[in-house]
Nanobody
Framework: QVQLVESGGGLVQPGGSLRLSCAASGSIFTFSVMAWYRQAPGKERELVAHISGGGTTTYADFVRDRFTISRDNAKNTVYLQMNSLKPEDTAIYYC?????????????WGQGTQVTVSS
């Protein structure tokens, strides 16, 4: 069983920055793809960015060059550095851990952390 605990959300003005963290329990973090998703009111959950165990990253077009995903395998933690925040970035941000291998399927979600961008 894996638990994901997010932190770092809050209220920030447009153009500001926030850094989200997601700490994972268990022993499979290093091998897992870690991702950040977000869900705004009335909208579907959407992928923001993901990072492989080896550090390969992928970003949604709407956050490219503004957000950076990173991970510290020694701390079982993934981060999302968010710069140049816009009001449309307002959403609940969720951490996800995914690992699929023979005889094993893992897909876990954190509880979410609220990010509000407003003046």
């Amino acid at each position: 069983q894996v638990q994901l605990v997010e932190s770092g959300g809050g209220l920030v003005q447009p153009g500001g920055s926030l850094r989200l963290s997601c700490a994972a329990s268990g022993s499979i973090f290093t091998f897992s793809v870690m991702a950040w998703y977000r869900q705004a009111p009335g909208k579907e959950r959407e992928l923001v960015a993901h990072i492989s165990g080896g550090g390969t990253t992928t970003y949604a077009d709407f956050v490219r060059d503004r957000f950076t995903i990173s991970r510290d395998n020694a701390k079982n933690t993934v981060y999302l550095q968010m710069n140049s925040l816009k009001p449309e970035d307002t959403a609940i941000y969720y951490c996800n851990l995914f690992l699929s291998r023979i005889g094993e399927f893992n897909n876990y979600w954190g509880q979410g952390t609220q990010v509000t961008v407003s003046s």
